[in-house]
């Protein structure tokens, strides 16, 4: 049975620190894209206009991980999602699961996006996964096209439509 998952934007700095923290668990960090520093990155984009931004994902008021919603094209109402991590310790329960189809819902229905892109390095199966079941589309890959941990990775592209939904 798949919990009560909830989302919120962050609120505060401790909600800040603590994705912060859990984006440099050593479980997580190789599957996410680098950035000049993790705090500052998620302050950056935690001060976007709703419904983009930072979410906490949360379970009986539990945070249990998060991921980054922003604008990726305006004017053609195309988002991105990014950064989608949950605490080791609650994998495999379908928390990811639930928080990717809330926040599809958040974008696509409450705000009126037309599509929302993803991508997941090559190397991570169980990222790919999450966004088949969640309804995304495998759309193409870009082959070692990034540079991390001393090896080219490719990028697999995920998008989904409203109208799919």
Request: glycine share 10%; aromatic share 8%.
């Amino acid at each position: 049975m798949t919990p009560s998952v909830a989302l919120r934007r962050t609120s505060d700095d401790d909600d800040l620190a603590f994705l912060s923290e859990l984006a440099r668990d050593p479980a997580i960090e190789p599957f996410l894209a680098p950035g000049r520093s993790e705090a500052a990155s998620l302050r950056e984009l935690s001060a976007a206009q709703p419904p983009f931004g930072v979410y906490v994902i949360e379970v009986a008021g539990e945070r249990l991980g998060g991921l980054t919603l922003h604008a990726a094209i305006e004017r053609s109402r195309i988002c991105d999602i990014s950064r989608v991590m949950v605490s080791p310790r609650a994998r495999g329960g379908g928390v990811a699961l639930e928080a990717l189809r809330l926040i599809c819902r958040v974008a696509l229905v409450e705000a009126g996006q037309h599509r929302i892109e993803a991508q997941v390095y090559g190397h991570n199966e169980a990222g790919q996964r999450l966004f088949e079941r969640a309804g995304f589309t495998r759309e193409g890959a870009r082959r070692r096209a990034y540079w991390r941990h001393e090896q080219w990775l490719d990028g697999v592209y995920y998008g989904l439509l409203a109208e799919e939904l």
